[in-house]
């Protein structure tokens, strides 16, 4: 059989698309191809190739692989089951009237694209697709914020950490750990602490299994964390349209207290923000005693040890953590440790220090009833985001002179010192570090030629006191 133009068979490719696939089981692609073919029978052409697309819009900037090989493969004809299968936006279309073949289609019939008329069709038809593919983004843009003013969740994408398949039934395994990670951080822990906590219980958030990735991000952690679904409120393109339609798994005043403290800059971590976070406690702190430098933390030879750049020294970490700790406790016990902090800490005598802390417990009292205010209605949200801005900063100046140049976190003003070596066995680790750094000189010794095994602790490690004045003058030797 000869085509409609005479001469042999023109080996024609077939095209098929479907935008959404729903069941992911083809069966929109295998249609489309079936009436393909029989127009190619009826055409009497031979069909060369079939080309698909499944579930990939042709109007989004989304590369559509089966497309870009189409247009690779140089075909003689081109069949598809509506022109809108192949070609929905005018650059797609001059990409295919470029190769200078015909298009049939099933349902919109022939576009002859060898002449300026059969172009000028074309080029109709596909500026109305792209309109209609306007109006349509349109029209479901106004019905997502109609719906999400509506309180009623999004369910086309994947399911949010927390809640359900629904989007709505709490997860409460999930539900737990998100509350025990609200929990850390007010604690004054880290956000890679909560990851850590995550990823070991096998908590790992739906998006990112389908994406494939390992675990918790320290971003992703933040964003749960601070994401207005877990009080209830339903958003649209980050801004809040209202009240949602699922049971809040955070309450309100938790919820701003962590956007204070993770949208803090400059919020304490056992030191200057300079990046990553030490998983250690001596990173950074113990110098090396042969050149000076500080040391990290690494293994060696399947031992945890600490070392230099230069590999100096490889001293156990655990012999070093233990002697450090032991130092810095043994200092605490001493009655001219809180004049030291004092002196240090630049805010004048004990009265000045008490005062810092009253007055940061009134502004943590004042966030948690403005946060509560605006619960029950008493304020909207631009008021009560206002006035927590305006409290915030006031707190985080004065939490900063309770810091001051020690470096130290606030301690409690009924149990101070009491409390810190009470609480010392379950510290966070920054706190530890703090305390450490703020108290104790740890030099680690290279080996010098002996065996590890048959070395001290006083050969592995020296430490010192320091004096509030943060010199190597050592107040007695630990």
Excluded at 34 to 61: M, W
Excluded at 285 to 302: F, H, K, M
Excluded at 361 to 373: I, N, P, Q, T
Excluded at 374 to 397: E, H, P
């Amino acid at each position: 059989m000869v085509n409609l133009q005479g001469g042999s068979r023109v080996r024609a490719c077939i095209y098929v698309r479907v935008s959404k696939d729903l069941t992911g089981e083809e069966l929109g692609l295998a249609r489309q191809e079936k009436e393909c073919r029989d127009l190619c029978a009826r055409l009497g052409f031979e069909v060369a190739k079939v080309f698909s697309d499944n579930d990939i819009s042709a109007t989004k900037a989304k590369v559509r692989p089966g497309f870009e090989v189409l247009l690779a493969s140089r075909p003689e004809a081109i069949v598809c089951w509506h022109t809108d299968r192949l070609v929905r936006v005018t650059k797609d279309l001059e990409r295919v009237i470029a190769l200078g073949v015909n298009v049939h289609a099933v349902r919109a019939g022939h576009l002859d694209l060898s002449t300026p008329a059969g172009r000028a069709v074309a080029r109709t038809v596909t500026a109305w697709a792209t309109y209609e593919g306007e109006q349509k983004a349109e029209r479901q843009a106004l019905a997502n914020v109609q719906a999400a003013k509506a309180g009623k969740p999004y369910t086309a994408g994947i399911r949010p950490f927390g809640y359900g398949a629904d989007h709505v039934t709490v997860v409460p395994g999930e539900a737990g750990a998100i509350r025990e990670g609200a929990a850390m951080i007010l604690a004054g822990e880290s956000l890679s602490a909560v990851a850590r906590k995550w990823n070991e219980a096998g908590r790992l958030s739906p998006r990112s299994l389908a994406a494939g990735a390992k675990g918790w991000t320290l971003r992703g952690v933040k964003n749960a964390l601070t994401s207005p679904r877990y009080i209830g409120q339903r958003t649209y393109r980050g801004e809040v349209m209202g009240d949602a339609q699922w049971p809040a798994i955070l309450d309100e005043a938790t919820h701003y207290r962590l956007i204070s403290i993770l949208s803090n800059p400059d919020r304490f971590s056992g030191g200057p923000r300079t990046g990553r976070m030490a998983t250690t406690l001596l990173t950074g702190i113990a110098v090396c005693a042969e050149c000076g430098e500080t040391v990290s933390a690494r293994g060696y030879r399947g031992t945890m040890v600490y070392g230099c750049r230069h590999s100096h020294t490889r001293t156990p970490r655990d012999v070093a953590d233990k002697r450090a700790e032991s130092a810095a406790l043994a200092r605490m016990v001493f009655p001219d440790l809180l004049s030291d902090i004092i002196a240090a800490s630049g805010v004048g005598d004990g009265i000045g220090i008490a005062h810092l802390h009253a007055e940061a417990k009134s502004l943590r009292e004042r966030l948690d009833g403005l946060a509560l205010a605006y619960a029950d209605g008493s304020i909207n949200l631009s008021q009560m985001t206002a006035g927590s801005q305006a409290l915030s900063a006031k707190l985080n100046d004065v939490e900063s002179k309770l810091t001051g140049v020690t470096g130290l976190p606030p301690m409690d003003p009924v149990t101070g010192i009491a409390g810190v070596l009470e609480g010392w066995g379950v510290a966070p680790l920054h706190v530890r570090r703090s305390w450490v750094q703020f108290l104790v000189i740890v030099i680690l010794k290279p080996a010098k030629g002996k065996h590890s095994r048959t070395m001290t602790a006083d050969d592995h490690v020296s430490v010192d006191w320091v004096h509030a004045d943060r010199s190597r003058e050592s107040g007695a030797q630990a």
